[in-house]
């Protein structure tokens, strides 16, 4: 069974990249919804939702290619064996800024027990994301993802439904959680220590 915790917030949607993007998802997917009515309201209410996914009610491994900003190619094959964190956002997204400095210390705390971190920009060029992650101070890469590719890819496993979200794959590279909306620093570390402690 999954289990589910709810808190209030309000997060920013990229209604221009998030049209394409989704126009494959399902018609309960909120974020779909209001992308194909074209109403251009560029926002999504999300129901703050936390997800963890027991291993026997887990999908296949993810799958999907993309590329840094700098260029270097990312593939899902790249991280058989490790616990990933997959975090989507956009320079703009308010959430996205609340959540980046415990995004980073998360990072710093993990990433030596062999965590990967990867953020998903679904909306900047490259001058602006990498000015964001300055001014946060984020160590951690992004994929370059305006053309909604690696979120497309994703929504077969577990629709993100609004920015930010964050993903936690386990070592077989299947989704084990997800994060709908801002995501509290104790909920993630607790999905991330869960994930690292399973027997795989």
Do not use: H
């Not at 260029?71 to 899902?76: N, P």
């Not at 990072?107 to 964001?132: S, W």
């Not at 077989?172 to 399973?198: M, N, P, Q, Y």
């Amino acid at each position: 069974m999954s289990t589910q915790f709810s808190r209030r917030s309000l997060l920013a949607a990229s209604g221009a990249a998030l049209a394409l993007a989704l126009s494959a998802c399902t018609a309960k997917d909120p974020l779909a919804q209001q992308a194909n009515a074209g109403d251009n309201k560029n926002y999504i209410a999300g129901d703050g939702s936390v997800t963890e996914y027991a291993a026997a009610e887990r999908k296949d491994a993810v799958s999907f290619a993309g590329a840094l900003f700098d260029g270097t190619a990312v593939d899902a094959k790249s991280l058989a064996g490790k616990v990933t964190v997959l975090n989507f956002w956009y320079a703009a997204c308010a959430p996205c800024r609340v959540e980046a400095p415990d995004l980073q210390a998360l990072y710093e705390e993990f990433e030596p027990q062999g965590v990967a971190f990867y953020g998903v920009n679904i909306r900047d060029e490259a001058a602006t994301a990498e000015a964001f992650e300055r001014n946060f101070k984020l160590s951690y890469p992004s994929l370059a993802d305006k053309d909604g590719g690696v979120l497309l890819a994703l929504t077969k496993y577990v629709p993100p439904a609004a920015v930010p979200t964050t993903l936690v794959l386990d070592k077989k590279g299947r989704v084990s959680a997800r994060i709908l909306g801002l995501a509290d620093k104790g909920t993630l570390k607790s999905l991330i220590a869960s994930a690292l402690a399973e027997n795989q």
